[in-house]
């Protein structure tokens, strides 16, 4: 469906700005002049003709210079691609305030339209530059999804494991009572599945439990091996985007991946290190009022990259003689350990910052 106006299409004059809303199906797209003047709008395929015909309709209207995309790291992905494929300049748009929303409604048409809109008006607040997901980042997010999977099936095998020996006959749980996590596991796993499966003892209620912690253990094996070839992929992936991340204190191939993904391919949309901080949620956010001067705890940002900031840290504090040294320093002026930890955090995102946008050099902070 695509709407314009015959006076608008004379009138469009110099270049013109889009904005497109976009779903798992379709996209809309809507276009505004110099002026801000809404020239059209229109609903598009989630394909790659779909593509193809959104910067097509575009450019219709005039020489098109940016467009503003909802959802870059979504449902907009594949167009963002395409746009930047073919040199146009595409930006992030955020979704708008819920109060704009409540004054003037919602629809796909009015979100394209407040995305062009945002593009026009240059609003920082809304419009950022996307991540670049064509590059070797973007394959190592896409290993790090199906590692975080394995991990997170690995540890609800476990807590399984636990729980049917809890409540096992108890031959079976004296048998395996005080044995390492490990060692039970072995056991389990080393079970002859021929034995569990007679049907003469298919209804013993033991027999059923050692049957199915010896499918639980064979399944714990299974993502282990998962876990661990996954892990070389990531290693040699982040030895390949930026192996100077890997020489810093305390930094690993699992933290040195997140922030990686955290920054995308391109680190450089990153304007500063405070920009990378509070991306990473370790700024402190001003919560001062009249006489009152203070900071607060900053709750946002990627919450995975602020979890690999914090195991950098504790690998620090345990093995780094120089951070060490500034938590006894620290501690003698009365912070706590909390608020030792947060300031380490900030200036950790500092030197991994450095670190991600000239890979040649890195400082080293306490």
Not at 154 to 170: K, S, Y
Not at 234 to 253: D, H
Not at 259 to 288: Q, W, Y
Request: hydrophobic share 35%; aromatic share 4%; glycine share 10%.
């Amino acid at each position: 469906m695509t709407t314009m106006t015959q006076s608008a299409m004379d009138d469009s004059g110099g270049g013109v700005v889009g904005g497109v809303d976009t779903h798992r199906d379709t996209h809309t797209a809507a276009v505004l002049d110099a002026r801000g003047r809404l020239l059209g709008t229109a609903e598009f395929p989630a394909t790659q003709d779909g593509y193809a015909r959104v910067l097509a309709w575009l450019r219709g209207f005039g020489p098109l210079s940016r467009v503003g995309v909802e959802g870059t790291g979504a449902y907009g992905a594949g167009l963002a691609r395409s746009l930047a494929g073919h040199g146009i300049t595409v930006l992030e748009v955020a979704r708008p305030d819920r109060r704009a929303r409540r004054v003037r409604g919602k629809s796909d048409p009015f979100d394209a339209e407040n995305a062009a809109r945002a593009v026009l008006s240059q609003d920082g607040t809304r419009v950022s530059t996307p991540k670049d997901r064509a590059g070797a980042t973007e394959a190592l997010r896409a290993v790090r999804v199906a590692r975080r999977s394995a991990v997170a099936a690995r540890a609800i095998v476990l807590n399984q494991i636990h729980t049917l020996l809890v409540t096992a006959p108890e031959p079976l749980r004296s048998q395996l009572r005080g044995l390492a996590p490990a060692r039970v596991i072995a056991v389990c796993a080393g079970e002859d599945p021929a034995q569990l499966t007679d049907p003469a003892h298919i209804g013993d209620p033991a027999t059923a439990t050692r049957l199915a912690l010896y499918h639980l253990a064979r399944r714990h094996h299974h993502l282990c091996g998962e876990i661990t070839a996954l892990d070389q992929v990531a290693t040699a992936l982040v030895e390949r985007i930026n192996p100077a991340l890997l020489q810093l204190p305390g930094v690993g191939p699992d933290c040195a991946g997140q922030l990686l993904v955290t920054a995308g391919d391109n680190p450089d949309r990153l304007h500063s290190e405070a920009a990378f901080a509070h991306l990473c949620g370790v700024a402190p956010i001003p919560a001062s009022s009249g006489h009152t001067h203070r900071h607060r705890l900053n709750r946002g940002g990627d919450r995975q990259a602020n979890a690999a900031l914090y195991r950098i840290t504790l690998s620090r504090l345990r093995w780094d003689p120089r951070t060490r040294d500034y938590q006894q320093r620290r501690t003698h002026q009365g912070l706590t350990n909390k608020d030792i930890i947060r300031c380490l955090k900030r200036y950790i995102a500092r030197e991994i910052y450095n670190t991600l946008t000239n890979p040649t050099t890195s400082t080293n902070t306490p």
